[in-house]
């Protein structure tokens, strides 16, 4: 079931249903955030359909939200049941083989960024032991993290 939310609740999910909605076009933004494209950044539309949920779960209840979430968040849900989506994202498979393969835990490392501000690319290492096993870049973060967990990943797993 933890695998299930984490496959559901998650920014890829929320923001494809925040983009169903179109609820980008209805996020106010600055001048700088506009330009830059923010009403489609997926951790925008994400944060956004959070807060619209938390609003309507204020504003209505949980009885009169329950079933509003539920029509949401079908497709999601029928994905998953039909097996049309990945279970495991990149960092947790990586750290279920470094840990039943080698009993030890990868690190990530944020080790550069790059561009303005408002549209940085951030570039991750993981490492095992203190040697680096994979890198990768994305545009927060996290996503970075995923791409160099997705590297090492795919590179041990030539090795098993």
Known sequence: MTLMRHNIVNEKSLSQIAQNLDLG?????????FLS??????SLLSDGLE?????????????ETRPLIIDLFKP?????????TLLL???????????SKLGIL???YIIGESGPPHNKTFEAAVKTENKVIG???GKSKKEAEQSAAKMAWQSLEKYK
């Open 89 to 99: 994202d990149y960092k947790t498979m990586l750290q279920e083989m470094c840990q």
């Open 25 to 33: 076009s209805y996020i106010k933004l600055g001048k700088g955030e």
């Open 37 to 42: 494209g923010g009403s489609e950044k997926p």
């Open 106 to 108: 990868p690190s990530y």
């Open 135 to 137: 890198s990768g870049k």
């Open 76 to 84: 999601v849900l029928d994905a998953v049941k039909q097996g049309n």
């Open 51 to 63: 807060a619209l949920i938390g609003a309507l779960f204020l504003d209505l209840g949980y009885n």
